[in-house]
């Protein structure tokens, strides 16, 4: 590490066709790319990424990561996922920086107690550590919190989930990169896809501003933008709503937060990075947006609600805000599906504002999924379809609307 | 220290001293300096340990670029000193030290600084994997720098304005004044930002000539007075710009002073057009050591001087890049510096007048030369110039070095506001080179540098700005333009950016120290661009966010890569563009809630009080968490419940049927005449959202209720769904013009009967009926027989002026039949025995009509009414494999379920919603969503409740409802 550097991904020519092309240089595509190389042998894959590799969600998100999902078909990937963390920093021998801190999700009213215990049952029974706890232990987690029934929303309980917590987002990019990179994988930043041909129902050449490339199969990763991907270049409409999600920090504390800790009623959730900062977020815009502008509206709500949470934090500067684009589906959970509509046509989108926690766990399935052509067990109640037959997951128990009629 | 006393431009009161508390003593200093300022006059020259190496860090701009001088003040971690008043009784404490700034234990670090290459942690700390959990301790513990206590609890008073303007000037210097007085002339409502507590920007500390017979600070306060007179221009001083979006909306706070009532405001300006006047900061000069306390800029020498009255140092050299940089030189030489020298990075391009001032006060002037290096241990006492390209050198022995590549135009308000920069060959600026609509510029960040040419410069942007709000300055205009052009234009700034390439200890960025060694070697590693460079170095990532290497850092960049780059753009600038107390935008902390009618008589009777939505509404009235009392008093006397917050709706137009055959599930078109009509609304996935009832007053008129949480997004609804139709009606929202009273029990009849002359009977008034009454001849009341809690009951629907009245008429009549307050737990209870379901807790996001056992309500016979929702009702009517909602009894029944328990065998089936011990069965009973093959009565389930480990509960699928299935009681 103290000699001459080595460039960490190499730029290459864009070839003219490659086995696979991946569309987002983002946490899933760069995943997916590594997995193909390393499971498959399939190193002919190149990722097209219109500005640089992480620049979407996954160097916009907050970094949490946790498996305390809701239903049962979303808790097995996400405990995978979670697992994942310290194998991969191994096997890409790259710090991924997985704080193991733990997550307090706190409960405000009965009602949100319930929603709580019905996560805390699911997670156990798939043997994942996830504990109800009192105000008073959830004071003793986060002795910042006001359990006192003076804020709007008192503390009612909350869920603590030990094996969370939080990763470098952008080592996460970096490492994948790095990893695919060495096996043969083209990264090709700057490089936007214009189109998608289709011949007989099949995938047969990616459009791209610096060329045409011929593939039989290509990955819809592309986030924020892969429903417009999808519409524009192939005429397939997803059930996605593209919202903006705000996120800020504030400037560097010595710790203050050893545990990511979260609040629906309050519309808030921070943890402290290792850098110190204090880094929040909560809800998307309420309409649909593709704008990563932030509002005057967002950084006051949110130091309302964390000041309500935590009233030292009152003085604590914010330093910097950002936003990103959240993919949502109806039901909270991502579309995975492949040589659907189309044959060669694989789509590993809708991920919403919680791409990151199984980023890269997602990526080694779907990889499989288009090495073999075969969609894994696991990733099978993810399909297109389910839409189309009105059977929603339940990933959040809330009836969600994104668009202006609510 | 001996402070220049008697300066005409001094902005303290030498007469007044103030003191505070460092490290145990107290330091003496007078009103107007900040803390930074009061303690370099106490001889203190390291403020604080930078944040890797622990360098040591001393005063550097006086703006707040970075974190050099930020300490922790009566418990606020990280406060900027430099820029933060002093008053007296502070206490103030160095941060990110072990010891003291001067002696700290963790200084060492610096001479590790070889082991920490850019994102040195990326490779390090994992192999063994076990040796990280300890590492993460270690980083957490160096990282971060300030200290906050959770205990911590922040004094003061925090306002919020929120203001209109037609024109707002972001920064009070000479042009943003002169802009303000344009605009102001022309019957406009003008707003002034200005960061600092005074007007003038940067003629305010400058004693050079403005004409022959006026100093610059002169001329700044004469326009300072006259704007501060002109009463349509508000002037908010001490006030930072922070935030610009859509439409000019232009966020700020201001500090307050002493005579203020306030500690900080936040500030919203809703402004027609913006002036942004924000000036120039400096560009930090890159050479080795460029942060040894004793390196600084040149305002901050020049201001230390003139505004504070304190002279930097005994001997000093200058290495600038501006002809700021030499008039400074020569004032402080003028007031007693000992000014070995002057380097210009320049070859030429000087002010004569200033070069010849030089010359007569036999200063050195070394054009084409620059700071190389800068010596010394703590703190400087030395430098190595050197000749640009060239291998001539000359060492001087200094206590400071004023060192200043040049300048640095303030783009951040204009990149928020949207506009894009490009780099200008002539300013060697990043400049706007297309400017949102009703965004205007001027004065030095323009590259403007005569006193005539800026303030012509903030005339004619202020005029461009009034224009905007409707007046026609054609003539003002062109005029202001013509005078403007015949003035000297931008001055050519410099392009130097290094001199020396690989500086190890050449940071870029104080607050990260970030070098440009770690720069190179982020290139090497394939992260090619400013951004991705950021992101891996951190480098403008900290309180200084991209103060010291928002243009630097590009810059550089682009000098590595390829010098004739045009494209090369700043690191991007993100609000809040200073940081800001979440105090301060958490402002008055106002809670918005909703309180019913009758909250009062709620709270005096006892009520636990609970937010549920908007809505403050009782839970219970006694310590009994299961409202035991009340729930026997409802099924054998009669209760009383304020049900208030239920959402309660008039739609009434020619086509308010066909807007409700859209929406409800239910056939609208048939309605019987006193009689109400209960239905449900779905959305596009047939998933229930809503259920209430519905009564017809007239043709095309309805009156409806909806759940408490749909109150709010009922409106938009039905607007959203028959958006396409044209239809005309009126919807109207009634839930606060109305109160609801849940009169329930056996009893309810007696009560009533006894405040109305209305014939109330069975007969006459059914279940299911509604009736208007009068209470006691005088109060009209909207009365239905509904029967949620399965007793005999009335919900009276009243005016909520007079909900007050009938609900203590009710009281007191009630009295002799036993009348109790009852609560949210009680109903729900009460409810739950009757298997009726409130959506949100029986139902869930992916949940159908037909689910819940409720599809009877879908009326399939009206396809033209399009209703929503009723595609996939179709779809979904017979598919397998769906949640159902059904009745459960445990098999003991003195084990009741917590709710949110799941269901399982080998795989989880379903959920307890809501769960109870029933006094009225005498069993511990329950609904739940199961998997529809164990939805079958009898079936037998097992429960996983939290913390159970291998054990069960078990309980057995029966019908609903619980309690009188026949349902005679609500009937009676």
Redesign the interface.
Known sequence: MFGKFKRLWAKQPLKKSYDAVIIGGGLHGLATAFFLARNYAMTDVAVIEKRYIGYGGAGRNTAIVRANQRTQENLPLYKEGLDFWPILTKELDFNLMFYNCGNLNLAHSEAALKALRLQVTSAQFHGINSQLVDPKECKALIPALDISDRPTYPIFGGMYHPPGGIVRHDAVVWGLAKGAAKLGVHIHQQTEVTGIEVENQKIVSVDTSNGKISTPRVLNAAGGYSAAVSYHMLGIRLPISVLTIQAMVTHPLKPLLNHVVSSGAYHVYANQTLKGEIATGSHMDPWPNYTTQTSAYYIKHQAEALTKLMPCLKGVKFMRSWAGLADMTPDMAPIMDGNYPLEGYYMDCGWGYFGFKSSAVTGKYMAQFMATGECPDILKPFELRRFEHHRLMGETPAVVEYSPNN | MNRLRHLPTLRIRPEDEISIHFRGKIYKGVAGDTIATLLFANGIRIFSRS?KYHRPRGLYSLEGECSNTFMQVD????VCTEKTLARSGMIVKAQNVVGSPEYDLMGFMDKLS??M?AG????????P?AI??LA?KQ???A????????????KGRYDENYLNADVCIIGGGPAGMCAALAASEHDLRVILLESRPWLGGFFDYRSADYTEDLALYERARALANQVEQTSSVRVFKHTSMI?A??NN?I?AFQQGTENDNFTER?I?IRAESVVVATGCIERPLLFENNEKPGVMQVACAHRLARTHGLMVGMAAVFSIGHDLGLEAAIDLHDLGLNVLCVADVRENGQESKLIAKLQERKIPILKGWVAEKAHGGKCLNGVTLTKIAETQKQKFNCDTLVASAGLTPLTGPLALAGATLAYDDHTGFFLPDKLPNKIYTAGRMLGLSDAFAIETSGELAGLRAAADCGTSLKHEIDAAEKELHALPGPVKGSQFVTATRGGKKTFVCFDEDTTLKHIN?AL???FD?P??IK??T?GG???G?GGIPGHNLPLYVRQLQDADNKTVKPTNV???LA?????????G?H?M?KHTPVHSSQVKAGGKM???GVWYRA?RFSEDKSAREEIVNVRNNVGLLDASSLGKFRIHGPDALNALQRVYVGDMSKMAPGKVKYTAMC?E???I?DDGVVIQDGKNDYYFTTSTNRAG?TV??I???TRYDGWDFHLINLTDAFGVINLAGPNARKVLQKITDADISNDVFPFTGCQELMIESTIPVRAMRLGFVGELSYELHVSSSFMQAVWDLLKENGEEFGIMNFGLEAQNCLRMEKGHLII??ES???T?LHDVGLGHLWFQQKPEAKTVGAF?LK??ET?K???KLVGIKMDDSSRTP?????I?DE??RG?VCTARYSNSVAESIGMALVEDHLSIPGTHLKI????LGDQRLSATVVTMPFYDPEGKRMKI
């Open positions: 944040l418990g606020i971690p990280n070889w082991t290459p040195f942690y990326y490779w390090l700390f994992h192999k994997a990280w959990p993460i980083i957490r513990k990282a971060g720098i300030g200290n906050l206590s959770p205990s911590f609890e922040m935030g979006y859509n909306l966020t936040y919203e070697q090497e590693l394939g661009g951004e991705l992101r891996f951190s990532t900290g309180p966010q993100r609000p809040p940081s800001t107390f979440l105090a301060t935008y958490a402002g902390g809670v809630s609970e937010r549920i839970r959305n996935d047939g998933c959202i997004k938009e609804w607007r959203y769904h949100g807790s869930e996001q992916r159908t996939a779809e979904t598919q494999g769906r949640l917590k709710e949110g328990s799941i399982v795989k989880i959920y996983f409740e939290d913390n």
